[in-house]
């Protein structure tokens, strides 16, 4: 039998992921009305929080549907999803398969950028008896996946019409390289909204006009209005957001909703303080894009940042701080990129002013692979 949910922070095992409800509730909220008075189609992606309490928040505020990258998520958010977007290239048998026996009730929409994608896309639908839909991701900068000409994309988008089981929807590019500052990314817009004009130009004169052109990050959330023919919009780091987002400037620092949870295990070294949250609890991310250093930044005290790490150690640099951290002290610390630490535990704890208000497990984490 599992314990009871512990009453506050001080019963509470460390390291252990903590929301605060209220900066969520309020950064959900945000977004939602962004996106309502923009006329955009918010479609969160999942990734970030990977559980459905809450994905279920996020569709309550108008979110149309769900995007994910992996099966596990796919799998877990359409429990409270109808509409589920794969952005990940379903590339193998075993991963078409597996998400194509979705059941019949969800719609399944996935991005990919290949005609063998396609192929096993379509195989996977047809032996369901489904049809699944597909967007056709063009790349816009990021370099990473997508298509890198337009024409590249219009062959196929074309494939896919010709393909039994799917259904051609849209275009959908990720803006993931645009990192600066939001004061700085004018001219980083300007090339995407040059870009994507051209793409729906030469789309609609081959007869493809998208029905969707999803497009969307934390960094350029506030500004996605600046790119018109954006309609739909994916951000998934903005429930929690992280130093990254604060540095981006897309969020203040009192918008940061997840800290972990960690305890002062030693201070015998001058100088320093150790926690119990090392890079199993922490990750190893950098701050990218913009400047900022070390692993974290302790909420009470911002100006101390972990500034090394082993695996279950986390050393805080005390050298800028009065604070003098004793044995057995917790402290809460914002993570770099909080998308790597939610996926490292567990379960979250959320509080309401100084009380634990609710726990959820992260559901999705993981491959959810079957054993053979
Ligand atoms: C395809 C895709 N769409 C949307 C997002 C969400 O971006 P962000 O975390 O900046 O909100 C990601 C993040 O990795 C992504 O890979």
């Known amino acids: ?99 194509a026996a979705l059941p019949e009730s969800v719609r399944l929409i996935v991005a990919l950028d290949s005609e063998q994608a396609a192929s096993e896309l379509a195989r996977a639908a047809r032996d369901a008896r489904r049809e699944i839909g597909v967007y056709v991701e063009l790349d816009l900068g990021m370099h990473r996946v997508g298509t890198p000409t337009v024409d590249a994309a219009v062959a196929v988008a074309r494939y896919v019409t010709e393909c039994d089981g799917l259904t051609f929807e849209g275009l959908a590019f990720y803006p993931g390289h645009i990192r600066q500052r939001m004061s700085e990314q004018d001219a980083a817009l300007e090339t995407l909204d040059t870009g994507l004009a051209r793409a729906l130009e030469r789309f609609h004169e081959a007869g493809l006009p998208p029905r969707v052109v999803s497009g969307g990050s934390t960094p350029t959330l506030w500004r996605t209005h600046e790119v018109p023919g954006v309609t739909e919009i994916r951000p998934g780091t903005y429930v929690f957001n992280d130093r990254q987002t604060v540095a981006t400037g897309a969020c203040g620092w009192d918008d940061c909703a997840l800290t972990i949870l960690a305890t002062v295990v030693s201070t015998a070294v001058p100088g320093q303080a150790v926690i119990d949250a090392g890079t199993k609890a922490l990750g190893r991310e950098p701050v990218r894009g913009v400047e900022g250093e070390g692993f974290g930044q302790v909420l009470e005290h911002p100006e101390v940042l972990v ?66």
Not at 3 to 15: I, K, N, Q, W, Y
Not at 16 to 39: E, F, I, K, M, Q
Not at 59 to 64: D, S, V
Request: proline fraction near 7%; aromatic fraction near 4%.
């Open 1 to 99: 039998m599992s314990d009871p949910m512990p009453s506050d922070l001080a019963a509470v095992e460390t390291p252990a992921l903590v929301v605060d409800l209220d900066r969520l509730d309020a950064n959900l909220s945000r977004a939602a009305d962004y996106a309502a008075s923009h006329g955009l189609a918010l479609r969160p992606h999942v990734k970030t929080h990977k559980s459905p309490f809450v994905a279920a928040a996020q569709l309550r505020l108008g979110a149309k549907g769900l995007t994910c990258a992996t099966p596990r998520e796919v799998e877990v958010m359409s429990e409270v999803s109808d509409d589920v977007l794969l952005a990940y290239p379903p590339v193998g048998r075993a991963r078409a398969r597996r998400i």
């Open 307 to 372: 500034s090394r790490m082993s695996e279950e150690h986390g050393v805080l640099d005390l050298g800028e701080s009065d604070w003098q951290p004793v044995v057995g002290e917790r402290v809460r610390v914002v993570p770099n990129h909080v998308c790597i630490v939610v996926h490292l535990h567990d379960l979250v704890y959320g509080m309401r002013g100084d009380t634990i208000h609710s726990s959820w497990p992260i559901a999705a984490r993981g491959r959810g692979q079957i054993p053979v």
